[in-house]
């Protein structure tokens, strides 16, 4: 059974900084890509970046420059560390993990993640 676990959510003034984190357990292969997606009260879930197992990186535009998403290959983790964080951040965070293919494509439960202005 393959769980896909996110942690680092929380309550953060505008212009702060968090660092969220996901675990993927169960999966007896690494996966292919993992990424992150968050939605907010009222709105369609968006992504906002991916990493593949070599290392590219992709972001939504929205935050380019302030979001970075590393991953450790070793223990099937993957972080966002969110910086100069704005009150239209605050969303439900997901963490999917693609295990390629027949493999499945799995998400966590998400975390919250709140910027008061």
């Known amino acids: 059974q393959v769980q896909v676990v996110e942690s680092g959510g929380g309550l953060v003034q505008a212009g702060g900084s968090l660092r969220l984190a996901c675990a993927v357990s169960g999966s007896i292969s690494r996966p292919i890509a993992m990424g992150w997606s968050r939605q907010a009260p009222g709105k369609q879930r968006e992504l906002v970046a991916t990493i593949t197992i070599g290392g590219t990186t992709n972001y939504a535009d929205s935050v380019k420059g302030r979001f970075t998403i590393s991953r450790d290959n070793a223990k099937n983790t993957v972080f966002l560390q969110m910086n100069s964080l704005k009150p239209e951040d605050t969303a439900v965070y997901y963490c999917?993990?693609?295990?390629?293919?027949?493999?499945?494509?799995?998400w966590g439960k998400g975390t919250l993640v709140t910027v008061s202005s």
């Open positions: 999917n993990a693609d295990l390629g293919g027949i493999r499945g494509n799995y």
